[in-house]
Structure formats: structure tokens, C-alpha cells
């Protein structure tokens, strides 16, 4: 059984398609394209299940989903680091289908008098942006104040949802600009969900579109506010980029995700081989070697 991201579990039989010709994995995945039940994002699971199993080359799978579906993917698929995804749409899982992107603004307001960005700032904070097209037209000031787009804001954990309107006769008239302040992470957790929410309400996505892309070089590392400690973004035993051997806190991992219009659909991958690199890396994440030989004893003989 394979679980690729979240829904549904896909079962295969690994033996049988191990001997599988091109024509029957062709009619296995056509006749699920073909059926009205199943979904787009499974459809794509199934094509992330075949490539990366290695049961089927991408551009074979491709054409299967052309030819059923009458959809054209990118071969190769486009990627982006997970700083890039998440510095321009706030998610490492973002949806490309329309094109609301973040910016940071923290140097702009670097010397503002306005206590609430000052005080985010001076508590290591950033300042970032979701600038609307429009939005100064399209929404009320109940609705940025205390309204839906307020709510969004509260509900993804923020205190309160500042903006801006630019209203002169110049370039950006028209435009609205909501802003997030505090660490990174919750920025990108309240903007992420403003953006999504603000695209469906003013219908900017593109429903016919299929965007897929892999997103890479995940940090090994993220902090967790509640215990105060470092822990593994995605598992312990995920292999740091040779790269960034020097400081493994900050390492760059060799993971990564399959996302499919805003959903994690699939990833991997490569395993620490080394002993002294995975003793360091639960050291890291706060497991002790008493703790990592009687949890993981099995795997760090094998190393």
C-alpha cells in the first residue's frame, strides 16, 4: 500500500507491474483518466506512483495522460527550491495556476514610526505583502476590517490583518495590499491562506489549467516554537546536500515533493549512509544515542 501525500491510499502490485509491457500500464492508468469517479489529483498521484516506482518512463506517462485526458504536461516538469515557493507564495506546496505572489517589504518600513511594524521588525520579524489587483474596488473596508478576509487572516493565527490602499491617479491605483507581520513561518502561513481565499473569491484560477512541479532542496531543519528546538522538516534519516556538510542546522536536504495545483502528490528521498552523519543529525533533533539505539538501532547497524 502507497500513500502519495494526502487522500486516498493507492495499492499496486509491485511483482505484477515489475513485468508489465508499456500497453498494459497505458490501459491500467487510461481506464482510471477515463473514469468520471476518479479526480485529476489522483489521476496525477498514479502518474507520480509509475515514474517514481521507475515502472514507466515520464514521457511515457505523459502521453498517456494526453491521450486520455487531452492534456498537455511539461516534460520535464518545471521546479522550484522551497525558498523560492515559499518566498514568492508562502507554501512549498504552492498553487501556479494564477499569479498572486508575495513580496517582502521590510526594508521599506525598516524605519517606520507605526509601533506595529517597528515592533515586529525589532523582534526579528519580516514585513511581507499580498498586493490585489483592484482590491481597493473590489473589497470594502468591513471586509479587510472585520470581515471574511479578516477572519481568514485570524484563523491561519494572526492577530490582526493590516493594509494598504493605493488610491492616487499613478501606475497602481486600485491596488490593495495586505500585510503580514512576525517570524517567517506564520507570514507565510497567514499570506498563503489569503491568497488562495482571495483567488477563489475574485475566481482567478484557471480551473482548465494542470500545473504541475517539483519542489526541491527542503531545509533539513525547521524550528518548532512550541518546544523550542530543532526537529526534521521531513524525517531524521533524510541525507543533507554534501554542500552543507559544514553546519548540518542549516543544511539543505536531498528531498523532494511532487505538487499538482496547490497539492503535495508525491516525493522522496535519498537516505543518510553514513554512520557519524546520522549521529549527528539525531543529535540535532534532540535524540540521544541511548534514545537512537534502542528507537532506531536496526537501521544505524546497517549504516
Known sequence: MLQLGPGPAISACSTYLELASEQVISLYIGSLLDTPAISPVICCKLIVLFVLSGWARTQHCINVFLEIKGVQLPNPFPRLTYAEATSKYGSDRPDTRFDLHLKEVSDIFAESSFRVFADGLNGG????????????????????????IYNEAIKSGAKGLPFLKVLDDGELEGISALVSIGHQ???????????????????????????????????????????????????????????????????????????????????????????????????????????????????????
Open 185 to 303: 513561518s506564520s507570514v507565510h502561513r497567514t499570506l498563503d491562506r489569503l491568497r488562495l481565499f482571495i483567488a477563489n473569491q475574485l475566481g482567478l484560477i484557471d480551473h482548465s489549467r494542470h500545473s504541475m512541479l517539483w519542489v526541491t532542496d527542503f531545509p533539513m531543519f525547521e524550528w518548532n516554537e512550541t518546544e523550542q528546538r530543532l526537529e526534521a522538516l521531513h524525517h531524521p534519516f533524510t541525507a543533507p546536500n554534501p554542500e552543507d556538510m559544514e553546519d548540518l542546522s542549516s543544511a539543505r536536504a536531498l528531498a523532494y515533493d511532487m505538487v499538482y495545483n496547490g497539492v503535495e502528490i508525491g516525493g522522496g528521498s535519498l537516505r543518510i549512509y553514513k554512520r557519524e552523519v546520522q549521529e549527528k543529525v539525531l543529535e540535532i533533533v534532540g535524540i540521544s544515542p541511548e534514545q537512537a539505539e534502542a528507537k532506531f538501532g536496526y537501521l544505524c547497524w546497517r549504516l
Open 125 to 148: 520579524g519580516i514585513i511581507k505583502v499580498l498586493c490585489v489587483p483592484s482590491g481597493a474596488k473590489t473589497f470594502s473596508n468591513s471586509a479587510l476590517k472585520k470581515g471574511d
